[in-house]
């Protein structure tokens, strides 16, 4: 059975924090790329990308989602982005994975996500400044990404870390092949 994931795209979305992993997950013929916007029209990523979304928020099965990324952008700053709520809370509390970077973990921080999970942000003040509600301080990494649970968690320097948390949690590769990969990426060592 193919495994869905889904992307979820706003206007002023962080491209960038998702080219790392999407064009590997779409080699592979056991998962399916699903990307979303709120109402299925286009967006413009913060780089100018122009996107037409496969989807619409409300148009998601929560049974057909096996994990949902959401990117970064300052969006989630602003407190927009709200309506995925109910979506980000439902796929929580059913054990599936969810990947959040830079401004979005502000959101899972917000929701009360983040309280009893190991976790990362772009900093500890900043998650506080933006998400009030945060109080999970005595799980902040100081990590570049951090996997604790179904929640996957990047500050936004790390979409190569980002994206090695996502294919360990999606068992896209062996462990030996996903160190491979990102030794390639990061340090730009290819080793056979």
Known sequence: MIK???VFLFDGFSDWEISYFT????????????????DGKPV?????????????????NCK??????????????????????????????????????????TYLGQLGILNDLKHTSND?????????????EEN???????????????NGIASIEFSREIFKTIELYDDKNIEKWFQLFKNGIWSE
Do not use: H
């Not at 413009?44 to 998601?60: A, D, V």
């Not at 989602?65 to 970064?72: A, K, R, S, T």
């Open 44 to 60: 413009k990523s913060m780089g100018g990308l122009q996107i037409k979304p496969t989807t619409s928020l409300n148009e998601i």
């Open 64 to 105: 057909d989602v096996d994990m949902l990324i959401l990117p970064g952008g300052s969006a989630w700053e602003k407190g927009e982005n709200i309506e995925i709520e109910k979506l980000t809370k439902n796929l929580f509390e059913n054990g599936k994975s969810i990947a959040a970077i830079c401004a979005a973990t």
């Open 4 to 6: 869905k994931i889904y």
């Open 124 to 136: 500890l003040n900043y998650l506080k400044g933006i998400a009030p509600n945060y109080c999970g």
């Open 23 to 38: 064009p590997e997950i779409n080699k592979s013929e056991q998962f399916k790329l699903v990307y979303f916007s709120k």
């Open 140 to 154: 902040y990494q100081n990590s570049f990404a951090v996997t604790d649970k179904n929640v996957i968690t990047a």
